[in-house]
């Protein structure tokens, strides 16, 4: 065991229970591919069990973001839900154990709810717990009657008459006000009281992103009595764990949110355990650390390993879009392996790497979407943050391989973002701001692409 250890890295294990001398311990578009070769062991999937209400949780959680389209399969922009693929990809995560799906109205254009309602409901009801979301982020979603009909909407397209687990959904966007508008002062959060007094709700409680000034003043009401929140999602992964933020990270300190639902006992959800697949496609060398030192395991398992170390982490959401994703997180959570304390320092080494790339923090969640002028702005940052991880940015043209580098880049970018859809689009509107997660200034952003873009074209060797 390394003394030099970092004592926010010692708390983190501590909480994990595994700081022993000798421990052992992805909207509807594709994610990262896997790449491992440990065989699958159905039948052994961990699970957690909710303090609140008993439910036994499989650690792995179905995030219901990323659903396969009819597009994927055809190789058309044809942006409707795959069904029968969905079936498949149920059939089988509920085969091997996996029991929670969450879902939100505003997942995959709105078509997610119907689609694992129609999945799920093939199936009995008490073989998997639907976790799904009030979504009210539009302003014409405030009123208390509008917000009602959300919800009762979500009931009829998810196929039941009660969600196991309810959540407010990205409370911190917008500040205290956007959730007074949303969900207090509107009589909302009284009315969902009311339903899981009635059994219609069973687990009440909120997905959090931005200021940690809401964060706070939500716990602040259940410590008071106001509210009980039997749970809470967060974004948690090995990037942000640390507290080592730039300003675009300055609402993700996973150790703070952690630890303050932990010395609660507030059971977590995790999302963004992969960062929208970011830590599934991480630069070659960390690549050839990880497989040195686990080669039969896919470079995600590292981070779905990590996400789901912490003892109150209830389960651990992953956006699937394929059979291969799904089975790769099967094999790295069927059984679990936790996270050890040596595999813990260099994942801090690791995210400092990666940080150092300086790519833009997109998650590919499509909250963005759609843009009012048709910009396609994930795949725009996509492209962007690959060149970087892949050290395509070509800069100096009396490098010898400029116009090599030149040329794959703009070609890359030509086959990835239609011209109609790219960067030089935008007219700064900042209609897409409001709506990131990760707080990114997306305008901003994309101004500085655009004009990287003129200036290789602009440039020959």
Known sequence: MKKDINPSRRR??????IVTAGASVGACKPGATTDSDKPLQDGKMTYRTNPNTGDTVSILGYGCMRFPTLGMANGSDDQTLDQEAINKLVDRALEAGVNYFDTSPAYCQGQSEKAIGTALARHPRDKYYIATKLSNFAPQTWPREKSIEMFENSLQY????????LLLHAIGGGGMNNLHQRYLDNGVLDYLKEKRKEGTIRNLGFSFHGDIEVFDNCLAMHDKGEVFWDFVQIQLNYMDWNGE?????????????????????NPVVIMEPLLGGRLAN?????????????????????????????????TVLSGMTYMDH???????????EPISEEENMF?????????????IPCNYCNYCMPCPYGLDIPAILTHYNRCII?????????????????????????????KL???????QCGTCNPHCPQSIDIPAELHRINEYVEKLKQTKA
């Open 347 to 359: 994942l801090k080494n690791v995210a400092d790497e990666i940080r150092s790339n300086n790519t």
């Open 390 to 418: 892949d050290r395509n940015m070509p800069s100096d043209a009396t490098d010898p391989d400029y116009a090599k580098q030149r040329k794959a880049w703009l070609y890359g970018y030509d086959h990835s973002v239609p």
């Open 282 to 314: 991480v630069p070659v060398a960390v690549v050839e650390q990880m497989k040195s030192r686990r080669p039969d395991e896919s470079i995600a398992s590292w981070a779905f390993r990590f996400a789901g170390t912490p003892d109150k982490i209830l």
């Open 158 to 165: 998810l196929q039941t008459d009660y969600v196991d687990y």
């Open 12 to 17: 983190f294990l501590r909480n994990l229970g």
């Open 421 to 427: 859809r790219q960067a030089d689009r935008c007219i």
């Open 326 to 336: 799904l089975n790769d997180n099967l094999r790295t959570y069927s059984p679990l």
């Open 245 to 265: 933020k730039d300003e675009a990270h300055r609402n993700v300190d996973a150790e703070y949110l952690y630890n303050e639902l932990a010395r609660r006992d």
